[in-house]
T-cell receptor, first 114, second 109 residues
Framework: DVKVTQSSRYLVKRTGEKVFLECVQD?????MFWYRQDPGLGLRLIYF???????EKGDIPEGYSVSREKKERFSLILESASTNQTSMYLC?????????????FGPGTRLTVL | KNEVEQSPQNLTAQEGEFITINCSYS?????LHWLQQHPGGGIVSLFM???GKKKHGRLIATINIQEKHSSLHITASHPRDSAVYIC???????????FGTGTSLTVIP
């Protein structure tokens, strides 16, 4: 079974702090994604990566950066956390973007910024 | 912009009822996913469809590519089916998925 793990289930940070969210997948997937999920807005793509050291902006990249130094690991970085970044953050991976493009999701990190 | 629209947003049903959740999309797609998210839990994939119909236990998913529409049906609903159901499409062009905002289903015993 594909397993996608995220470093924390719950995280509380203060405004202005630098925040790292880590995601690891164990199925050698090329593609990895970071989403945030907010009530009434659904899942919104922040960044995705289709290869090591490659990244593309999603719909809402402002205030975020990402790092993919190894194939299995995709990190989301909040350089200076703000209260409007309080949200559920979900990581996903997939083998292909087309055809068998099923995405496998991690359990999510609920981030609260005070 | 909302490439994927789901209806209804919220649904409450009695145990045993037949449930339908609808998904309409506006872009050409290579496949459509139905996902399930339990409260506080991660998201799991239920179906991936590119045509026709798929069945898994009490769940049935259909897609009409010409009408750009898909439905998820739950037969003999049960309280453990209570979850948010999300429709997502893989477009023919571009590299990202488009997600609906989800349908929150509550099944009452």
């Amino acid at each position: 079974d594909v397993k996608v793990t995220q470093s924390s289930r719950y995280l509380v940070k203060r405004t202005g702090e630098k925040v790292f969210l880590e995601c690891v997948q164990d199925m050698d997937h090329e593609n990895m994604f970071w989403y945030r999920q907010d009530p009434g807005l659904g899942l919104r793509l922040i960044y995705f990566s289709y290869d090591v050291k490659m990244k593309e902006k999603g719909d809402i990249p402002e205030g975020y950066s990402v790092s993919r130094e190894k194939k299995e690991r995709f990190s989301l970085i909040l350089e200076s956390a703000s209260t409007n970044q309080t949200s559920m953050y979900l990581c996903a991976s997939s083998l292909n973007l087309r055809g068998n493009g099923e995405q496998f999701f991690g359990p999510g990190t609920r981030l609260t910024v005070l | 912009k909302n490439e994927v629209e789901q209806s209804p947003q919220n649904l409450t049903a009695q145990e045993g009822e037949f449930i339908t959740i609808n998904c309409s999309y506006s872009v050409g797609i290579s496949a459509l996913h139905w996902l399930q998210q339990h409260p506080g839990g991660g998201i799991v994939s239920l179906f991936m469809l590119s045509s026709g119909k798929k069945k898994h236990g009490r769940l049935i998913a259909t897609i009409n590519i010409q009408e750009k529409h898909s439905s998820l049906h739950i037969t003999a609903s049960h309280p453990r089916d209570s979850a948010v159901y999300i429709c997502a499409v893989i477009p023919n062009t571009g590299n990202q998925f488009y997600f609906g905002t989800g349908t929150s289903l509550t099944v009452i015993p």
